[in-house]
């Protein structure tokens, strides 16, 4: 079941015993609050975020404390090094997203992941070259300008709390640690890594022993004392420069200048009734989901029995054809001035993508329609959700790529480092069957951001926000997203319940669905296969971090998915 923590400061649940009020807090429904609620990935950081609601903080301020002390409790994603998308929907009908995706220095260019005229998976996805130049900070910097109400050091301070003093080493740390070691054994690269993980940087940590880690308190503190400038300017650029420099990396103190993070448009679309918001390009997943909600319109899915054979074939049918739209069209529009983003998340197209669609047998994903492949994604990225008091909320997703990113940490720095340039199709015109594409919206040039498949999604009816949700899990996060609103929006479940849900994955090519092992029984997934789908198990599909707000009861539901091992959603 998904894990629900509501935590009372000592003053609340004092007043609450003495002066019994008509409404305590346990009247409420389970899992609900009628304050703020925050829903990550790891329960240190939900309830940071918490505690800056409780000081009055809104949801962007405490957005912003939650992303700092995720790059501290969370580093397998949570970052300073990386990039990702925040999407807000205030209770005044207010939406607007910040793109802070990293970007190529100025000297990648297209044919830099080869050697010898193939493709090189160190320099795409291990190497510093794998490394954008990071955008996380000055996405929250800007998010603060435009939306923050605290004074942005306050924000900072417990991250840097949580750096300096330390807390619990983790199980997912643990593992970490052991790969770590292990690298480092046979790379000097990694040193830094050791030296940042490990105890005083040589011993290795039991768990529930604390992680200090003072470069990085030092860091952050850079950010608190001088905004975006203590992190792109001065002595973490020039530390940053300097390893990259001796290091074989491209990223020099002019990238980090030159780094802006955007405010821009949601992408908006409907289903029946509700408002989508979600992230325009560099992001796929605002445009891929409202094309697949667009087709599924089409059916009266609400009638079909949840998760049931004929259900999953019609899911499949509209994520094969959102998924070809974002293989062809995505890239960064900074460089793709002619995306028809317009057309592709008309209703009119979904209505021609749902007329071929046959309710009785899959259809082919063939090179016919398109002749390009999906490159490998990994599965490590994290989401989070926070509704404040009065309603205002925010759905945000941010990454390193892989897992701990290329799990090289800037010496001195104590950060660590996004491979996020393995996202750029690394060889022009090259596409294959092992799972390459090499098309032109996505190849890299200098300063361009490379497609994300990163999906926070917030509904809204109304004119206000009710859900907000998101995932990490490379491709899967669009389907991921999608998933759960339908679930919700269709199948009136909980947030909860939606989120536990099992869930499948297509993107078009290869032409196979994945499936939740342990979610979906053998019998539906032998009907379906008749239906002409080939298919695959998986053990986990994401980690979705949801709310529900019941703007008529006055409460906000939280949820944190039982597949993420640390999870908590934390209100008041
Ligand atoms: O931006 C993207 O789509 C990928 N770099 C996200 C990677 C990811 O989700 C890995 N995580 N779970």
């Not at 491709?475 to 909860?496: A, P, W």
Request: hydrophobic share 40%.
């Amino acid at each position: 079941m998904p894990r629900f923590v509501r935590h009372f400061s000592v003053f609340v649940l004092f007043i609450a015993l003495v002066s019994l009020p008509s409404c305590t807090p346990q009247d409420l429904p389970t899992g609900s609050v009628r304050g703020g609620i925050v829903s990550t990935a790891q329960h240190v950081a939900s309830d940071v975020g918490r505690d800056i609601l409780q000081q009055g903080g809104n949801a962007v301020d405490a957005a912003i404390a939650t992303a700092f002390a995720l790059a501290v409790v969370h580093p397998a994603a949570g970052n300073i090094g990386g990039g990702g998308f925040l999407v807000y929907h205030g209770a005044d009908g207010k939406v607007t997203t910040f793109n802070f995706r990293e970007k190529a220095p100025a000297a990648a260019g297209p044919a830099m992941f080869l050697t010898d005229g193939e493709i090189d998976e160190v320099k795409h996805h291990r190497a510093l070259t794998s490394t954008g130049v990071p955008g996380t900070v000055a996405g929250l910097a800007l998010a603060h300008k435009r939306l923050g109400s605290l004074p942005w050091a306050d924000l900072l301070e417990p991250a840097i709390r949580l750096a300096e003093e330390g807390f619990p080493f983790t199980e997912n740390l643990m593992d970490f640690q052991e790969r770590i070691l292990d690298s480092a054994s046979s790379n000097p690269i990694y040193a830094s890594t050791v030296r940042a993980f490990l105890k005083n940087g040589t011993e290795a940590h039991a768990t529930g022993e604390l992680l200090i880690q003072k470069d990085l308190a030092e860091s952050l503190k850079r950010i608190r004392n001088n905004g975006a400038d203590g992190f792109y300017k001065g002595e973490t650029a020039r530390l940053m420069a300097e390893f990259m420099a001796a290091n074989g990396g491209l990223i020099t103190e002019q990238d980090m200048a030159d780094y802006q993070a955007e405010e821009l448009p949601a992408i908006h679309g409907t289903y029946r009734g509700y408002d989508i918001y979600s992230m325009p390009p560099p992001s796929s997943g605002g445009i891929a989901i409202v094309t697949m909600l667009n087709i599924l319109e089409e059916y009266d899915m609400g009638a079909i029995e949840h998760n049931s054979a004929p259900y999953l074939h019609l899911l499949t049918e509209a994520m094969r054809r959102g998924f070809a739209d974002r293989a062809q069209f995505i890239g960064d529009p900074n460089f793709n001035p002619d995306m028809p983003v317009d057309w592709l998340t008309s209703k009119k197209h979904a209505v021609d993508l749902a007329s071929s669609i046959n309710p009785d047998a899959a259809s082919p994903s063939d090179s016919s329609t398109f002749n390009g492949f999906m490159p490998y994604e990994s599965e490590e990225t994290t989401h989070f959700s926070v509704a404040d008091e009065a309603g205002n909320t925010v759905s945000m997703t941010y990454t390193l790529e892989n897992s701990y990113g290329n799990s090289i940490v800037v010496e001195g720095a104590g950060f660590l480092l996004n491979n996020e340039m393995g996202d750029f199709n690394p060889k022009p015109g090259h596409t294959d069957r092992s799972g390459n594409i090499g098309t032109l919206p996505n190849l890299t040039a200098p300063g361009k951001r490379m497609l994300s498949s990163m999906t926070p999604v917030i509904v809204g009816q109304n004119g206000r926000p009710v859900m907000a949700i998101g995932s990490p899990g490379g491709r899967t996060i669009i389907n991921t997203s999608l998933q759960v609103v339908l679930n919700v929006l269709d199948h009136g479940m909980s947030i909860g319940d939606a989120i536990e849900a099992g869930r499948i994955h297509h993107q078009w090519l290869p032409d196979r669905t994945s499936y939740e092992s342990t979610r979906f029984t053998a019998e539906t997934m032998s009907a379906y296969e008749h239906l002409g789908h080939t298919i695959s198990s998986r053990n986990g599909q994401g980690s979705a971090m949801g709310i529900w707000i019941d703007w008529k009861a006055g409460v906000k539901y939280g949820a944190s998915d039982s597949r993420s091992s640390e999870g908590s959603a934390s209100g008041y």
